[in-house]
């Protein structure tokens, strides 16, 4: 469904706000993207998305390879 470009820049803070309900009207906590950066970056990796309102929205995870 996409997310506007206002809520985007929020999409990964703690407790946020910006989130909507899913598709199938489940609620949100504001945890989940929040977690998984933290996981992410633990790693030395990167999350972010790329999004377009009413079109869709993809998520991208980039991780270092194991040397």
């Given at each position: ?21 899913g ?45």
């Amino acid at each position: 469904m996409g997310i506007p470009t206002e809520l985007q820049v929020h999409l990964f803070e703690q407790f946020t706000s910006a989130g909507r309900q899913g598709t199938q009207g489940e609620s949100t906590t504001g945890l989940g993207l929040y977690i998984a950066r933290q996981i992410v970056e633990q790693h030395q990796g990167k999350l972010w998305l790329e999004s377009e309102e009413n079109k869709g929205t993809t998520f991208f995870i980039e991780l270092p390879a194991k040397p």
